[in-house]
C-alpha cells in the first residue's frame, strides 16, 4: 500500500503570498508560551518573525521530554513579477531533518507553484499546486503529488467563502 504525506504547501500559503508586499514596512515580533498534554508532558516554544521588502523569516524552536526541535522558513515575494518562493527546514528531537522548498507565480485567473519535499526518513516528494477563478466566484484548487517511485496522486478541491 502507498501512502501520501500532504505536501507541505497550504492553500493558505498560497492564498497568503500576495500579502507579502515589497513595499511593507520592515516588522519583527516574538512569542513564546507553553502547554501541558493531559498526560502532564509539556512543551514549550518560541517563535520569531521578520518581514518587510517582501520577504519573511520565521524561526520556531522547541523543547519537550524527547529533546529539542528547530524550524525555520524563509519567504519572499516580488510585487511587480508576481513570483516568489520559499523553504523550509525542521529538525526534529531526534536529530533528523526535513526540508521543503517551492516556487510560484501568480496568474490571470489564479495561481500556479511547483516545489520539493524531503521527509525525515529521506523519501522525497514533488508537487504542483494550481487555484484558477471559476465562473461563481469560487475557485477550483489542483495538487499533484509524485513520490519516489514516480506514483502519483492528484487532489482536486473547490474553494468557496464562507458565506457564499
Given amino acids: 500500500m502507498t501512502t501520501f504525506k500532504l505536501f507541505t504547501l497550504s492553500a493558505a500559503t498560497v492564498l497568503a503570498l500576495p500579502l507579502l508586499s515589497g513595499a511593507a514596512e520592515a516588522r519583527d515580533w516574538?512569542?513564546?508560551?507553553?502547554?501541558?498534554?493531559?498526560?502532564?508532558?509539556?512543551?514549550?516554544?518560541?517563535?520569531?518573525?521578520?518581514?518587510?521588502?517582501?520577504?519573511?523569516?520565521?524561526?520556531?524552536?522547541?523543547?519537550?521530554?524527547?529533546?529539542?526541535?528547530?524550524?525555520?522558513?524563509?519567504?519572499?515575494?516580488?510585487?511587480?513579477?508576481?513570483?516568489?518562493?520559499?523553504?523550509?527546514?525542521?529538525?526534529?528531537a531526534k536529530g533528523q531533518t526535513a526540508t521543503s522548498s517551492w516556487n510560484g507565480e501568480k496568474t490571470e485567473d489564479g495561481y500556479t507553484s511547483s516545489g520539493e519535499r524531503t521527509g525525515f526518513h529521506g523519501k522525497t516528494q514533488t508537487g504542483t499546486t494550481t487555484i484558477s477563478k471559476n465562473d461563481d466566484g469560487s475557485k477550483t484548487m489542483t495538487r499533484t503529488m509524485t513520490n519516489e517511485q514516480g506514483q502519483t496522486r492528484t487532489v482536486e478541491r473547490t474553494l468557496r467563502r464562507y458565506n457564499d
Fill in 30 to 92: 516574538s512569542k513564546s508560551g507553553s502547554v501541558t498534554n493531559p498526560k502532564g508532558n509539556t512543551m514549550t516554544w518560541q517563535k520569531q518573525k521578520h518581514t518587510g521588502d517582501g520577504q519573511s523569516t520565521k524561526t520556531m524552536t522547541w523543547q519537550n521530554k524527547n529533546g529539542e526541535g528547530k524550524s525555520e522558513a524563509n519567504r519572499s515575494w516580488d510585487k511587480e513579477s508576481k513570483t516568489g518562493g520559499g523553504s523550509r527546514s525542521t529538525t526534529n
